[in-house]
């Protein structure tokens, strides 16, 4: 199990259920393969959801080819589905060593997903607007982590039915799996592993200005293409974090960012966000 000590409620839940009427059911605890391994929770979702998803064929710039191995851009519906499918069985697996987080959420979450996909759309279209002017190094780079961009609407404009099934993965994929996956590795682990060592022990929420650097800095790498976007989004959900100390409103902030934008794409035929 995750240990936090320091939270009375969750200190208070593994001592035993509490006595007299009305009083709510202990958690039951983890398999054991989970407790002896408080990593493996936040960090297998995310590695298989990366893993997979590193076989996600991108359409060729014109006047360059396909490397060799990558996959027809056809095929990318298919690996897209089989990365959801994947990481949510990896989720499911981990799912017991999470009920540990208090299941609060507050309206603040939902705000925080609303201004974020406003930042992240205005910053990306002005790191846009910035690109023919950096030098070729650094476009290069940005465009290393160029998204698949992938249309269904007019890639199987001839078969419907598959087109908005597709979509409808799509969405499930980004508002619930990639939510959640991306908020477990950055919040429960890696922002609490540079906290101390013994993250497993570090309270949700809690940080120092390395968590905080790390917090900011890792999704930004992530995400080269939308650069200014991931500075200014992750820390302001960083905020959010510290504020309410609930993973949960991180993940729904997450998740209203991605519902947003995904209907942005497809309401104004950005697939490049996509």
């Not at 997903?113 to 476009?139: D, K, N, T």
């Not at 597709?166 to 477990?184: D, H, N, Q, S, Y």
Request: proline share 10%.
């Amino acid at each position: 199990m995750i240990d936090h000590p320091n939270d009375e409620r969750l200190k208070d839940a593994a001592a035993g259920p509490e006595q007299g009427p009305g009083a709510p059911p202990p958690s039951p605890a983890p398999p054991r393969w989970l407790a002896a391994r408080p990593w493996i929770a936040p960090v297998l979702p995310l590695v298989v959801f990366s893993i997979v998803g590193s076989f996600e064929p991108k359409p060729v710039v014109e006047g360059s080819t396909a490397p060799a191995w990558q996959l027809p851009y056809s095929a990318y519906p298919a690996v897209y589905t089989l990365k959801i499918v994947l990481t949510l069985v990896a989720l499911a697996l981990v799912w017991p060593a999470l009920r540990v987080f208090p299941r609060r959420v507050s309206i603040l979450s939902v705000v925080v997903g609303i201004v974020g996909v406003v930042a992240w759309i205005g910053l990306w279209r002005v790191q846009m607007g910035l690109l023919p002017h950096l030098p070729e190094s650094v476009r290069s780079m940005l465009d290393a982590g160029r998204r698949s961009a992938y249309n269904p609407l007019a890639e199987l404009a001839d078969r419907p039915a598959l087109a908005y099934g597709f979509l409808a993965v799509r969405f499930f994929g980004l508002t619930v799996v990639i939510a959640l996956a991306e908020e477990l590795f950055l919040r429960v682990f890696l922002m609490r592993f540079f906290v101390r060592p013994d993250w497993w022990n570090v309270p949700f929420g809690e940080v120092n200005g390395t968590a905080l650097a790390v917090g900011t800095a890792f999704p930004m790498l992530m995400h080269p293409a939308e650069l200014l976007a991931a500075a200014v989004w992750f820390s302001l959900v960083t905020w959010l974090m510290i504020k309410t100390r609930s993973l949960w409103d991180c993940v729904i902030a997450h998740a209203t960012t991605n519902l947003l934008l995904g209907c942005y794409v497809v309401w104004t035929g950005a697939w490049e966000l996509w």
